[in-house]
Each structure stands twice: as structure tokens, then as C-alpha cells.
């Protein structure tokens, strides 16, 4: 009896450890087809840009959508360990500036952190319109003013009304999926 | 003196005229250009599902984006104005289907109204799955479980988790500046 109980513990033992490695194996194809799948969600690069006490932020950002025609609405994510999610929130306002399909180069720029040099953004130039940094090589720009922040995940949604556009000149918008870069798994 | 005072009106109302005018002239060309910007935004084309109280929705959907890593959000933007909309915030869980680009026709059946007919939604095969109709013909979905709702202007902003992600086969996801539909403005 002893015996078949201890075998049984065994046994039991021996599933347990088969469905560890079992869940384990799943969990590990799970993240690979969630990951693979959500980049196949389709996105434009677009510079975003505020100001808040002196300090100007500029970044490259993806997870951006239209949200409403009427008030006309957009969201856009932004990381939550990043300068650009401090001044955002604080000022409330920002610039979304589209870029042209040949900008890769201009998007890469606004991958580091933001450095003013020479009166330039990161190597860019810009003015100030209503105190905040405006970039003026784009073809097009939304002015945009927060209505409200969900703060779930490591990604903040801001959503804001457009409350001007500038279309400077016309082209071809730069896509995520032809740079060869990816944000999103 | 009289006169000057109602030549000083008609000025006024001649100068108010051209003011209201040029105002209604700068609202146009606003709106011309606030549509114009926006539809340079880029986006996929998927088909969100779900279903409450026997109730089925399939709907052709295009304002969505990630929004979290960890955890994995993204969201889906819902026109207020359609059984969609009432159905997801009911039942709180969708399916997003990712599309390929050879699938658009699939797309423009699920801009009408969704009926069950010969055991197929808008004549495309789906199983049910945790109760939530699921398409077949699909390169890859994801399973989302709503975590809040933006209720602001006409298409409700759906944050969600995504619990499981499945992909059936390889392909290149349908975009939506290539079916040459256009939503957004």
C-alpha cells in the first residue's frame, strides 16, 4: 500500500513536471504567435513634439489612429518611460508631424533623446508656433490638444482633439512596414 | 450727421459681412485640409467580431493600434452609431481578424449590416469559439478582452487585452491605402 501510494507520488510528480513543461511550451508559442501577429497591424511614423517649462521633446511615435470625425479626435501612445510622456502631460498639447515616404532618415534622428544645437531640433529645423516646436521640413501637421490619458500599460493612450491642420505640400506618407523597422508584439 | 451715422452702419454691416466671410472661407479651407492630413494617417483592414444575447456582429474596422507591451493592449476605435458598438460594450470581448491583402472583398461584405444565413456570416464560414463567432478564411486574430471605453466623439475608443493571438498562415496584411478606400478626415 506504502508502495503504491509512493509510486502514485511519483507518478504524480512525473505529470506535474510533464504539464510544467507542457503550459511552459505553450506559453513560449503563445507570446511567438502573439508577437507575430500583432505586427501585422499596419502603421504610419510621425513625429510628435511638445514643450513644457523650456524643455522641448521630439520623438518618433507609431500607434497612432484617428478616434472621431465630429469632434475630429486622435489617439496616440506614448511611452510611459519617456521625456516626451512627462511634457505631453503636463502642457497638454503637442504637434503630430507626418513625414514623407524618403524621411527614414529624419524619423531615425528622433530616436535618441531631444538635443536644441545651433537652433536645431536633433539636426532639424523649427520654429515656435503657440510655444511649441514645430519642424518645417514635413509635408503636413495636426495641432492637437489632449481631452483625456488612459493610463493602462507601459504605453499611456493620449487622446486629443485636432484643433489645426497644415498640409505644407503634397506626398506619399511614410508606412512603418517599408522602413523594415517594427514596434509592436 | 445723421447721414455720417448711417453711412457708418452700412460700412459696419459691409465690414462685419467680409469679416464673416473671410472667417467662413478659413473654416472651409481648415476642413479641406484637416481631411486631407488626416487621410495621410496609415492604416490596416480588419474585422472585428463578437456576440451578445444570441445576438451576432461582424464589422469592417480600420482605426486600430497597439497600445501596450506588457501588458499586450491595443485599441479599436467602434462608430457609436452601430450594432457593433452596443454589442462589444454588452459582451466586453471581441475577435480582431487580421486580413490579407487579397482579402478585400471579405472586407466590403462586413460593411453591411451582419446576417446569419446558410450557417455563414455575410456568406464567409465562422465557428464559435468561447461563444464569439470566429472566421475561418483568416491569416491570423486576435482574442481581446475590453478594459475600458473612451466614450468622446462618434466612434468610442475600445481599450483591450489581447488574451491569445493565433496565426493560420503566412501572408502580408491588407492595408488600407491599397484597397483605395479611404476613412478618416
Redesign the interface.
Known amino acids: 500500500m506504502n508502495e503504491i501510494i509512493f509510486q502514485g507520488r511519483k507518478l504524480k510528480s512525473k505529470f506535474s513536471n510533464l504539464i510544467k513543461v507542457k503550459k511552459y511550451a505553450e506559453k513560449i508559442m503563445?507570446e511567438k504567435?502573439?508577437k507575430?501577429?500583432?505586427r501585422?497591424?499596419?502603421?504610419?511614423v510621425y513625429v510628435l513634439s511638445s514643450m513644457s517649462e523650456g524643455t522641448y521633446c521630439v520623438s518618433t511615435v507609431t500607434?497612432?489612429?484617428?478616434?472621431?470625425?465630429?469632434?475630429?479626435?486622435?489617439?496616440v501612445?506614448i511611452k510611459r518611460e519617456s521625456a516626451s510622456y512627462e511634457i505631453v502631460k503636463k502642457r497638454g498639447e503637442y504637434f503630430l508631424h507626418?513625414l514623407g515616404e524618403n524621411q527614414q532618415d529624419m524619423a531615425s534622428s528622433f530616436f535618441k533623446p531631444t538635443v536644441l544645437e545651433h537652433g536645431k531640433l536633433n539636426g532639424h529645423e523649427f520654429r515656435l508656433y503657440n510655444e511649441l516646436p514645430l519642424l518645417k521640413e514635413v509635408?503636413?501637421?495636426?495641432q492637437c490638444k489632449v481631452?483625456?490619458i488612459?493610463e493602462?500599460?507601459?504605453?499611456p493612450?493620449f487622446?486629443a482633439e485636432?484643433v489645426?491642420?497644415?498640409?505644407n505640400y503634397d506626398c506619399k506618407?511614410l508606412?512603418?512596414?517599408k522602413t523594415n523597422w517594427s514596434?509592436?508584439?
Open positions: 503563445n504567435s502573439r507575430q501577429s500583432l501585422m497591424l499596419s502603421y504610419g500607434w497612432v489612429s484617428q478616434a472621431s470625425f465630429e469632434p475630429p479626435l486622435i489617439s501612445c507626418i509635408p503636413a501637421y495636426l481631452v483625456e488612459l493602462n500599460g507601459d504605453h493612450l487622446l485636432v489645426d491642420a497644415v498640409i506618407p508606412e512603418l512596414r514596434y509592436g508584439g
